[in-house]
C-alpha cells in the first residue's frame, strides 16, 4: 500500500427529490492503488448510486471524491480516467469486437486487441460483432474494452451477472488475477456474497444509504458489529445473556466475550462455532429438526423456547426430539442495538 490512496471518497451524500431519506448518506472510504473493495448491502440501500456518483453521472449534493490526490468531484465522467463495466455492459452493436476494444484504447495496436482479448480468455474473438456473442462473452468483452483503456481504477456493477454458475466462477478468479497483476484498483457492487468474499480484499456494507461496516469478509464475519451485519453476511443465531465483563450468562449457560460487556445484550454465536452432545440427562436443548446438506448438517435445536441452528460436520448422528447439550466454542459477540 502506498500513502495516497487511489481513491478517496468523503462524505457523499446524494438526495433524489425533496422529501424522504436520501440514496446515500455520508458516505467515506479510501480504497488503495490494487485493492479490490466489494459494495454490498440489501436492494435500495445506494450502491449503484454511489458507484455512479464516482463515475461522474450523478452529482453529489455533498462531499468530495479524488483520484491519485487530485479533486474529480466536478470532473465531468469521460474527464476521469476511470473504467466501468455496468450491468448494461452496451458494446457498439455497429463494431466488431476489435473496434470496440479499441474505442477508448491508449494505443490503437492490434496487439492492444490481441491482450485485451486474451486476459479475458476470447482470443481470437476480434471480428465477431456483439450480436454474435453470448450474453457471457458480450460481458467479457466489454471488461476487455475496460482493460484496453488501462484505466488505474474500474468500477463494476453486477459484471458477471450473466454468466452461468460455472463459468461465472472461473472467469471470476481470472479476472481477480489478472486485476491484481495489473494493479488496477476495483470498486464491485454485486447481489452475491460468495462473489463480494472471494473476489474482494475488503468489503463494504451498506444500509439505507449509510456505510454500516467496513472490512475484510473474514472481520466482518467474525466480528459483526450489530444483528444486520450478522445476519446479512452468512447465518448466525441472536441469543440474549446478561453479560459481566469478559463473561455472559446465557441459555447455553456461562460464554466467553470477543470484547467486555456489562448488563443485558444480544450476542451473535455462528452455526458453525456451535456444538451439539447427546445429554445423558435433560441437557439445555432438544433438536427439533435435522437438516442433511452433503458436506455437514444443520441441526436445529430448542434452547429456552428460542430456535438455534446448529452446523455439525463430523457429529453424533442425533434424531428428533434428542436431548442435547449445547456449547459454544471460542467467543460469542456482542452486538450494538439498531441505531
Ligand atoms: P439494487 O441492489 O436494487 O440495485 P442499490 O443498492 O444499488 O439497489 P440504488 O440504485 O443506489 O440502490 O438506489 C438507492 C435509492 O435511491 C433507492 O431507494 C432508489 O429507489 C433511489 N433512486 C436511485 N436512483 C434514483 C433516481 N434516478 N431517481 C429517484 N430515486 C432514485
Excluded at 441469543?239 to 460464554?255: H, I, K, M, N, S
Excluded at 426430539?321 to 452486538?335: H, K, P, W
Aim: hydrophobic share 40%.
Amino acid at each position: 500500500m502506498t500513502d495516497t490512496p487511489l481513491l478517496s471518497v468523503r462524505n457523499l451524500k446524494r438526495q433524489f427529490g425533496k422529501a424522504g431519506p436520501a440514496a446515500v448518506e455520508d458516505v467515506s472510504f479510501d480504497l488503495a492503488p490494487g485493492e479490490i473493495l466489494a459494495l454490498i448491502g440489501p436492494s435500495g440501500c445506494g450502491k449503484t448510486t454511489t458507484l455512479r456518483m464516482i463515475a461522474g453521472f450523478e452529482p453529489p449534493d455533498h462531499g468530495a471524491i479524488s483520484l491519485r490526490g487530485r479533486d474529480i468531484t466536478a470532473t465531468p465522467a469521460e474527464k476521469r480516467g476511470i473504467g466501468m463495466v455496468f450491468q448494461d455492459y452496451a458494446l457498439f452493436p455497429h463494431m466488431d469486437v476489435a473496434r470496440n476494444i479499441l474505442f477508448g484504447a491508449r494505443e490503437k495496436t492490434p496487439q492492444t486487441v490481441a491482450r485485451a482479448l486474451s486476459m479475458v480468455g476470447l482470443d481470437g474473438y476480434g471480428s465477431r460483432y456483439p450480436d454474435e456473442l453470448s450474453g457471457g462473452q458480450q460481458q467479457r468483452i466489454a471488461l476487455a474494452r475496460s482493460f484496453a483503456a488501462e484505466p488505474s481504477l474500474i468500477l463494476l456493477d453486477e459484471p458477471f451477472s450473466n454468466l452461468d454458475a460455472a463459468l461465472r466462477h472461473a472467469t471470476r478468479r481470472e479476472i481477480r488475477a489478472l486485476l491484481k497483476n495489473a494493479g488496477i484498483g476495483i470498486i464491485i457492487v454485486t447481489h452475491d456474497q460468495e462473489e463480494a468474499l472471494s473476489f474482494a480484499d475488503r468489503l463494504a456494507l451498506m444500509r439505507d444509504g449509510r456505510i454500516v461496516q467496513h472490512g475484510t469478509g473474514q472481520q466482518i464475519y467474525d466480528r459483526p458489529v450489530d444483528a444486520f451485519v450478522a445476519t446479512f453476511l452468512g447465518r448466525t443465531n441472536l441469543v440474549p445473556g446478561t453479560a459481566r465483563g469478559e463473561l455472559c450468562d446465557t441459555p447455553l449457560g456461562t460464554v466467553r466475550l470477543a470484547a467486555p460487556a456489562e448488563g443485558q445484550v444480544t450476542l451473535s454465536m455462528r452455526p458453525e462455532l456451535l456444538e451439539l452432545q447427546a445429554a445423558a440427562e435433560a441437557g439445555n436443548g432438544r433438536v427439533t429438526g435435522v437438516e442433511f446438506k452433503g458436506h455437514d448438517m444443520t441441526y436445529w435445536v430448542d434452547c429456552a423456547g428460542r430456535e438455534m441452528q446448529v452446523d455439525v460436520m463430523n457429529g453424533p448422528r442425533l434424531g428428533e426430539g434428542a436431548a442435547v447439550d449445547l456449547s459454544l466454542r471460542g467467543e460469542a459477540v456482542v452486538l450494538r442495538d439498531p441505531a
